[in-house]
Nanobody, 124 residues
Framework: QVQLVESGGGFVPAGGSLRLPCAASGRTPRNYAMAWFRQAPGKEREFVAAINWSGSSTSYVDSVKGRFTISRDSAKNMVYLQMNSLKLEDTAVYYC?????????????????WGQGTEVTVSS
């Protein structure tokens, strides 16, 4: 298991930016893909972005492409989600997750470690 702690959530006006850090510890997190998921009120959890073990490959849900960037600093066991041009529909609790695999996957069933979540609220 990997222990994950997210931070950086808060209130932001539409069009603004936020950066969500995720600190990882435990089972060598640098060997595994990492991802961000989100869950909006009344909706199911959805995949947002993922990055492979080396940082050389990423994947994004279509709705955030061009606006969000996932990155990792393996030396510090950190993963980041930079969110720009935020929209009202980005309002959700954002979760950091660690995969059982080194390559990028988008299914939450392939992620076995989860953080507690950090809430992002985008206001008009």
């Amino acid at each position: 298991q990997v222990q994950l702690v997210e931070s950086g959530g808060g209130f932001v006006p539409a069009g603004g930016s936020l950066r969500l850090p995720c600190a990882a510890s435990g089972r060598t997190p640098r060997n595994y893909a990492m991802a961000w998921f989100r869950q909006a009120p009344g909706k199911e959890r959805e995949f947002v972005a993922a990055i492979n073990w080396s940082g050389s490959s990423t994947s994004y849900v279509d709705s955030v492409k061009g606006r969000f960037t996932i990155s990792r600093d393996s030396a510090k066991n950190m993963v980041y989600l930079q969110m720009n041009s935020l929209k009202l529909e980005d309002t959700a609790v954002y979760y950091c997750a660690a995969s059982r695999y080194a390559t990028v996957t988008t299914s939450d069933r392939t992620y076995d470690s989860w953080g507690q979540g950090t809430e992002v609220t985008v206001s008009s």
